[in-house]
C-alpha cells in the first residue's frame, strides 16, 4: 500500500457513519489499514483495508476493550481518531436528568478518555515510542450551546484532553490534536438537513452559507493524523465554514 499513512493502523471509534465513516474511508484511501469500533454494524465500510468491531462505549470498560482487541488483531496501533458521539438535547431544569447527562458524557468524553489510555500504552510500547490522537469535538468546544449542556460540557472536555495530553506526550513522539466540525450532513442533523426549509435555517447562520461534507471533516483529519502534521500538537482546528467566527458580526450591528 502506497500513501502517507502507508504501514500505520489507525483506529476509528463510530466509524460506521456520518464524519467517522469518511475518516475511514480517507485513512485507507491515504494507506492505513482501518479499525473501526461501533454499536453499529460497520460491514458496509468494512472490507479490504478496514475492519469492523462491535462496541458499546456506553459501557464502561468497552473502550479498553476495543483497543485490546485492535492491538491483538493488528500488532500494532498508530493512529487514534476519538469520534464516537451522541447530540442529545440535556435541558437544564430542576429536574436536570442525571442519567442522560451521564450516558452522553459516557459516550462523548469519558470513553475518549479511555480509548486515549490504552491507546497510548500501545504508542509506548513501541521504540521510538510513536502515534497520534484526533480527537473529533465541534464548534461546541468554544461556542455555548443552550438547551445541550452535556454536550456542550463534553466538547469543552474534549479540548482539555487535546491539550492536557498533547503537552504530557511531547516529548515521547506522540502528538494528540482535535477537529471541530460546525454543521455536517450527517445522521446526527437529519432532522434540518432533510427539510429544505430547517436546512435553510441553519446555513443561514454559517458564514459560507453551506453546511459541510463529511469529506471536508475527514480530510482535515487525515491531515493531522499524518506527519505532515509533525510539528502540530494541542490544537483543535475548526472546520466549520466560519461559523467559530461569532457569525452575527459578520454584518457590522454595532456601531
Ligand atoms: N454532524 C455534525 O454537525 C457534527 C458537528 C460537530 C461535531 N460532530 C461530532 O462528530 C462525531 C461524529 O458524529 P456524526 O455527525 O458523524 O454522527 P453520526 O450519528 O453519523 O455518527 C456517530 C457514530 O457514533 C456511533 N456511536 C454512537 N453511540 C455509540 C456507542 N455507544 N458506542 C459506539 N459507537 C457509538 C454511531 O453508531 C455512529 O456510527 C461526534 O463526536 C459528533 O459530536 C458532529
Redesign the pocket.
Known amino acids: 500500500m502506497t500513501g502517507r499513512l502507508a504501514g500505520r493502523v489507525a483506529l476509528v ?2 466509524g ?5 465513516r469518511a475518516v475511514a474511508e480517507r485513512l485507507v484511501a491515504d494507506g492505513a489499514v482501518v479499525a473501526i ?4 454494524d460497520s460491514s458496509a465500510v468494512a472490507g479490504g483495508h478496514c475492519r469492523g468491531f462491535h ?4 459501557q464502561p470498560g468497552a473502550a479498553t476493550t476495543l483497543v485490546g482487541e485492535v492491538v491483538q488483531a493488528f500488532g500494532q496501533l498508530d493512529i487514534l481518531i476519538n ?5 442529545t438535547p440535556t435541558p437544564f431544569s430542576a429536574d436536570f436528568d442525571e442519567a442522560g447527562y451521564q450516558h452522553l458524557l459516557q ?2 468524553l469519558t470513553a475518549s478518555v479511555a480509548c486515549a489510555a490504552a491507546a497510548i500504552a500501545a504508542f509506548l510500547a513501541v521504540d521510538p515510542p510513536r502515534g497520534v490522537i484526533v480527537n ?1 469535538s ?2 461546541h468546544e468554544i461556542v455555548p450551546k443552550p438547551g445541550y449542556l452535556a454536550y456542550a460540557i463534553s466538547k469543552g472536555g474534549m479540548g482539555a484532553l487535546t491539550r492536557t495530553l498533547a503537552l504530557e506526550y511531547a516529548d515521547r513522539g506522540i502528538r494528540v490534536n482535535g477537529v471541530g ?4 450532513l ?4 437529519q432532522r434540518w438537513a432533510e427539510d429544505p426549509d430547517q436546512r435553510a435555517v441553519v446555513e443561514r447562520h454559517i458564514p459560507m452559507g453551506r453546511a459541510a461534507d ?1 469529506a471536508e471533516i475527514a480530510g482535515a483529519v487525515a491531515f493531522l493524523a499524518s506527519d505532515e502534521a509533525s510539528y502540530i500538537t494541542g490544537q483543535t482546528l475548526h472546520v466549520c465554514g466560519g461559523l467559530s467566527l461569532y457569525a452575527d458580526f459578520q454584518k457590522n450591528w454595532s456601531t
Do not use: E, R
Not at 460506521?16 to 467517522?20: E, M, P, Q, T, V
Open positions: 471509534t463510530g460506521a457513519s456520518g464524519i467517522g469500533g461501533d454499536i453499529q462496541a458499546d462505549l456506553s469520534n464516537a458521539g451522541i447530540a459516550i462523548n473529533i465541534s464548534v466540525p460546525g454543521a455536517t450527517t445522521a446526527m442533523n463529511p
